[in-house]
């Protein structure tokens, strides 16, 4: 659930099937003094209520400008072990980072760290809907959180 600060009214309430050990999630200020929320979680359309028993769950972004849009981004938790969401550049481009390797209960192995442009998976993301109305195409809802400027907190 994401509440407006100021009002205490709620901009958007959605259950997202999450694991123990999905990674948390992250905000990003944007230049109109919004955040930006990362969240992972596993998405389910109303009714359908079938859970796979190991669900690769996916990263999703959501901007309180679209209420009832969802996007979901390319990446999954297969073997995330920490995530984190940052401005490189100074309020240029927004990324996050994903270290992947064992899980703690695992035998050891490779670890990596990956830095991935929102941007890039942006252009690329699945627009969904939560609520029957489309209000705007998917393509115009992925340019404008394409063209998204953000802000550093310092």
């Avoid at 407006?4 to 099937?17: F, I, P, R, Y």
Wanted: charged share 25%; net charge positive; glycine share 4%.
């Amino acid at each position: 659930m994401i509440v407006e600060s100021g009002s205490g009214a709620v901009q958007w309430d959605l259950k997202l099937n999450s694991r123990a050990e999905s990674p948390g999630p992250a905000t990003l200020s944007t230049a109109d003094h919004r955040s930006a929320f990362l969240i992972w979680g596993e998405y389910q359309v109303a009714g359908n209520e079938t859970r796979s028993r190991a669900p690769l769950q996916k990263l999703y972004l959501f901007h309180p400008s679209y209420t009832n849009v969802l996007l979901e981004l390319r990446n999954s938790t297969d073997q995330i072990i920490a995530f984190n969401a940052t401005l490189f550049e100074r309020s240029r481009h927004a990324c996050y980072v994903l270290l992947r390797g064992p899980q703690p209960n695992e035998e050891p192995g490779s670890v990596s760290l990956m830095k991935r442009k929102l941007k890039e998976d942006v252009s690329e993301s699945r627009v969904i809907w939560l609520s029957q109305v489309a209000v705007d195409s998917e393509q115009y809802i992925r340019d404008r959180l394409y063209r998204m400027r953000f802000h550093s907190r310092v």
